[in-house]
């Protein structure tokens, strides 16, 4: 909407005002929506028993990841702040966290790379062949600092987390070099700053996120 504001004395105008209503976004689809077209998705690759426990909800605490997948819940979170890319980036979105799900699914307690040829495959299944590790929508990136940092004592690889690890946790490359993909002690990741009150400081953005 155009406004003008006039002298009082005079015809011309003063100043130009340009005021335009916001654009008014679609509704939200809901989570039992999405979960029916994933079911779909999943039915149609023969994946059932992952279909019958799948659980699909938005979380509005999430900030700079648009999606995450968690396999132990059977579980994708969805950040709500897709509603302003449109229905077509929600679909993506879907299709790419639960590529995650059908990749572990199928690998069962083997380890797998998060987007490695397993998750490939799976989007190629999913029909979103050819899709990126992380999402390039304008949202906004979380600066973490990482204060702990672990290393492979074998390979010498570097990992600076944000929590301390609680569990026994390896190296990937090596397992899958040295040990066909499964845990072994020998690869186990060490804390390596000696103090951790340090921070190793690192810019984190998910997709899944």
């Known amino acids: 909407m155009l406004s003008a504001s006039r002298k009082r004395n005079g015809s011309q105008p003063n100043q130009l005002e340009f005021c335009f209503d916001a654009a008014e976004l679609p509704p939200l689809p809901a989570a039992d929506e999405l979960l029916e077209e994933a079911v779909s998705l999943l039915m149609a690759v023969n994946a059932y028993k992952l279909a019958e426990h799948l659980r699909i909800q938005w979380n509005a605490r999430m900030r700079s990841a648009v999606g995450r997948a968690d396999y132990r819940h059977a579980l994708i979170l969805l950040n709500p702040a897709l509603q302003r890319f449109g229905w077509g980036e929600i679909d993506r979105t879907l299709r790419h966290e639960l590529a995650h799900l059908l990749a572990q699914f199928r690998a069962g307690r083997r380890r ?20 990126q590790a992380c999402h390039k929508l304008p949202v906004a990136v979380r600066h973490i600092s990482r204060r702990f940092l672990y290393r492979c004592v074998n390979c010498q690889r570097k990992f600076p987390r944000v929590r301390r690890i609680r569990r026994a946790t390896a190296c990937l490359i090596c397992c899958r070099k040295f040990a066909d993909g499964k845990y072994d002690e020998r690869f186990r990741l060490h804390l390596a700053n000696s103090s951790p009150g340090r921070r190793v400081s690192s810019v984190f953005s998910e997709f899944s996120q």
């Open 112 to 131: 797998i790379s998060p987007h490695g040829a397993e998750w490939r495959q799976a989007c190629r299944d999913l029909r979103i062949e050819g899709e």
